[in-house]
């Protein structure tokens, strides 16, 4: 089965980190930029992160610059996204997407995704 399955999600405190991964089943990551969204309740969703087929680019949205990483590991087939100094305002679903365009310079959103994973939850909150 292909899939992408996110994990890592979880309650954090303000000014905490959490680490959430994405993984590939069945197919591998290596031919794929990987971006993560995340959508809060009531809220649009939004590209936060995303990195290229090379790795050797990445991207970040202005409120998580600074604050956020994005990494992969072609060994074990999956991109980590590092969420550092969390804030109340990072709660949300988090989905990674994995798209064919080879480069995510400047671009948190493309016209064609052909994985999705089903998500992970991260509440930061004291």
């Known amino acids: 089965q292909l899939q992408l399955v996110e994990s890592g999600g979880g309650l954090v405190q303000p000014g905490g980190s959490l680490r959430l991964s994405c993984t590939a089943s069945?197919?591998?990551?290596?031919?794929?930029?990987i971006i993560w969204f995340r959508q809060a309740p009531g809220k649009e969703r939004e590209g936060v992160s995303c990195?290229?087929?090379?790795?050797?680019?990445?991207n970040h949205a202005d409120s998580v610059k600074g604050r956020f990483t994005i990494r992969r590991d072609s060994a074990k087939n999956t991109v980590y996204l590092q969420m550092n100094s969390l804030k109340p305002e990072d709660t949300a679903d988090y989905y990674c997407a994995a798209t064919r365009y080879s480069d995510c310079s400047g671009r948190l959103s493309f016209d064609n995704y052909d994985y999705w994973g089903q998500g992970t939850r991260v509440t930061v909150s004291s």
């Open positions: 069945g197919f591998s990551l290596d031919y794929f930029s």
């Open positions: 990195i290229s087929v090379t790795g050797g680019s990445a």
